[in-house]
């Protein structure tokens, strides 16, 4: 692959700006944040966010934001994700490997079932936000 | 303990960003012995005694963690850096900034994995903030120069809102694109030393 120039990214991003906006983005839109600690990256949440990214784009799913965040305190069962989807409870999935975050996609995103085995939905008490 | 060189990179960024940094420049240049990076931020910046503790694992300013009683970030780098024949230096002056720079020699067999340096672009860009990032990587081996540079600015021009999944996805490839030709360029080169 070349290096793709900045004006070759515009013109990408030109070709799906048709897509874009067409969005209704009013609180319809989906949440994936991912813990990006260092304790996050050791236990693997680079491949993770790449999974997310990779089965996002494959299932052309639209309204969704990928955020980063630091360690939530769940250290023992990293990478961490927390996903919040419209009509579904938020949930913080744990141990979220690459196979996980492809099946966090297709079932809770696209399927509106929760992932089982994965789900630690408390956060620990200190990074509630106050 | 960070496995690879640029999880390093994107802790010190990261450093930059909770300073309070509005621009950082970041360079990743490997020549045929070393890789060295330097970062370089408007910050808050630290005191002369501020400086001292930063490379105290046994210090931390309490304000991430406040449990904690350790802060480990520059110490673990410089325990990586020294146990692998590199060398650092870190300057600070109060209110205008702080400059790090580091390089690890790449034949040393404690030195470790570079890493995946187009992931970690992505993450130091997709960090929330208006902060601007200026991002330079170059390759200096056998009289021949290459490499990028890409503004943080730039792409969140061209892209917009770089936390949309859609964004993010070009934004990879983007990035990705500048490294893979980089890295072909780089096994060119390794093919021309034998």
Redesign the interface.
């Known amino acids: ?4 120039t ?1 004006e070759e ?2 013109k ?2 030109d070709s ?1 700006k048709g ?2 906006d067409k969005r209704d983005t009013e609180g319809k839109s989906i949440h ?1 944040i991912i813990g ?1 600690g ?1 304790c996050g ?2 236990a693997g949440a ?1 491949g993770s ?2 999974a ?2 990779d089965e ?2 494959k299932n052309k ?2 309204n ?5 965040t630091g360690c939530m305190g769940l250290c023992y069962v990293e990478p961490t994700v927390e996903v919040k989807v419209p009509g579904m409870p938020d949930t913080i999935y744990g141990n979220v490997n690459v196979e996980t975050a492809r099946k966090i996609i297709k079932e809770h995103v696209l399927g509106g079932k929760l992932v089982d085995n994965h789900i630690f939905d408390r956060p620990a008490a ?1 990074i509630v936000k106050k | 303990m960070h496995a690879a060189v640029c999880d390093f990179i994107l802790d010190c960024l990261q450093n930059s960003i909770e300073a309070g940094a509005q621009r950082i420049k970041l360079s990743i240049i490997e020549t045929q012995h070393r890789l060295s990076i330097e970062i370089t931020d408007d910050g808050c910046g630290m005191t002369e005694q501020e400086l001292k503790k930063a490379v105290d694992p046994f210090y931390t300013d309490g304000h991430k963690h406040r449990a904690r009683r350790v802060g480990l970030g520059i110490p673990f780098l410089i325990q990586a850096v020294e146990q692998s024949d590199g060398d650092w230096k870190l300057d600070s002056e109060k209110g205008k900034g702080t400059r790090l720079g580091f390089f690890f020699s790449s034949d040393h067999i404690d030195t470790p994995p570079t890493g995946d340096i187009s992931g970690m672009l992505l993450q130091a860009i997709m960090f929330d903030g208006g902060f601007e990032l200026e991002i330079e990587r170059r390759l200096e081996k056998d009289g021949r120069t290459d490499g990028y540079s890409v503004k943080r600015s730039e792409m969140i021009e061209v892209l917009g809102d770089l936390n949309d999944a859609d964004s993010l996805i070009m934004a990879r490839q983007f990035l990705k694109s500048q490294e893979e030709d980089y890295l072909l360029e780089k096994e060119d080169l390794i093919e021309g030393d034998r």
Do not use: H, N
């Open positions: 692959m070349a290096k793709m900045l990214l515009r990408l991003r799906k897509e874009l994936i990006m260092t990256i050791a680079k966010l790449d997310f990214l996002i784009e799913i639209k969704v934001t990928v955020k980063q200190d």
